[in-house]
């Protein structure tokens, strides 16, 4: 790294190229490092952090589904949306994942 006029200067590495299937509006790293989670406005991939394997998990639906994060532990998430919807009092959802 670099100093520069504007703070540090920082080098950028493509690591990969994910399909997800949709377009992707947040991800979130597993606690451990290990896993990779991506939210898209239907559904959530989960990807090793090699990139060998991946699991698509479906989720209720939330209009604009937009932030997704691990809870401690990283066997379970919550993702949520950025609109309030009078007709869907719950906008946070939590995911339990399997074992």
Same mark, same amino acid.
């Given at each position: 790294m670099k100093a520069s006029p504007?703070? +540090? *200067? *920082?080098? #950028?590495?493509p690591v990969t190229t994910l399909d997800p299937g949709g377009k +992707?509006?947040?991800?979130?790293i =597993? !606690? &451990?490092?290990?896993? #990779? $989670?991506? $939210?898209?406005?239907? &559904?959530?991939v989960e990807y090793s952090m090699d990139f060998k394997q991946q *699991?698509?998990?479906? $989720?209720?639906?939330?209009q604009q589904q937009e932030s997704v994060?691990? $809870? +401690?532990? =990283?066997? =379970?998430f919550v993702y949520t949306? !950025?609109? #309030?919807l009078p007709v869907l009092p719950q906008w946070i959802m939590r995911v339990d994942c399997a074992e």
């Amino acid at each position: 790294m670099k100093a520069s006029p504007n703070g +540090p *200067q *920082q080098t #950028l590495t493509p690591v990969t190229t994910l399909d997800p299937g949709g377009k +992707p509006t947040d991800m979130a790293i =597993s !606690e &451990d490092g290990t896993r #990779l $989670l991506v $939210l898209t406005y239907t &559904d959530a991939v989960e990807y090793s952090m090699d990139f060998k394997q991946q *699991q698509k998990i479906r $989720l209720n639906f939330l209009q604009q589904q937009e932030s997704v994060a691990y $809870l +401690p532990g =990283s066997r =379970s998430f919550v993702y949520t949306t !950025e609109r #309030l919807l009078p007709v869907l009092p719950q906008w946070i959802m939590r995911v339990d994942c399997a074992e």
